[in-house]
């Protein structure tokens, strides 16, 4: 899973039931493609945030609404050697918070966590004492594990995305905690059901006050993965790799407002 330039969260006022279905859709087209052509049961295929709610008014992704609930979209099969989509059954899983958190967030983030073929869901949850954490959730609805929340309302995180960053054979979670302020990038590994920070690098961003979409992604250009995102002044584009448990990073070109990192992320 890569969170690339190109996400972003469409206003509410533009964004009826039937968008988010398309939405959902999608997602059930990229996973038939994956988990979903495996002979065993599937997972999560979908997964979409619900309730708005303007109990927060943090408003860092430009309104203040913010969402209550989780819907997953989750696919079983009754019998064995099923191969076409038509064969599975869906149902949904509501996840509602209580009134003192929100999903303050551009949309749910499908990835494969825990390397068992299926995904889990990485969500950025806020309490609106404690500022956000990101959280991950199984297709039980149940979350399985999460980071600490950054400490104080008001406070939030622009997620980048989830791959094997160094090739350890274990999923990082990398993201910017506040990347208006302290623009930190941090990767926390998954391993033995939880997640643990492996490390940290300060003076990169991804996000500006007020956008509804967040500029960084995860690549491959036939030599890794690696994170891309833009400098703290937002005047270069960086490339940074997880090596030997340390963040490398190098300038690859100019940042540019009109594409963004679009070009960077395509390996061009």
Known sequence: MAAGAAARRLPLRVRPRFARRVLRALCLG????GPLAQEAGAGVIGAEYGDPTTRYGHAVLGDDVEYGSLVLTVASTGGSGASLAADYKTSEILIRLPQDHVFEDIAPRLADVDGDGS???????????????????????????????????????APIGAADLDGDGHVEIAYVDRPHLAKTLRIWRFRDGALHEVASKAGLTNH?????FITSGIRDCGQGAELVMVSGDWRRIIAARLQDGEITAREI??????????DALACR
């Open 119 to 157: 995904p889990e869901v990485l969500v950025v949850e806020t309490d609106v004492a404690a500022g956000a954490q990101l959280a991950v959730y199984d297709a039980d609805g149940e979350k399985i594990t999460e980071t600490p929340h950054i400490g104080t309302r008001n406070r939030w995180l």
């Open 253 to 262: 070109g100019p940042f540019d407002p009109d594409t963004r990192l679009a």
């Open 30 to 33: 990229l996973a038939l493609a």
């Open 208 to 212: 500006r006050i007020g956008e509804d």
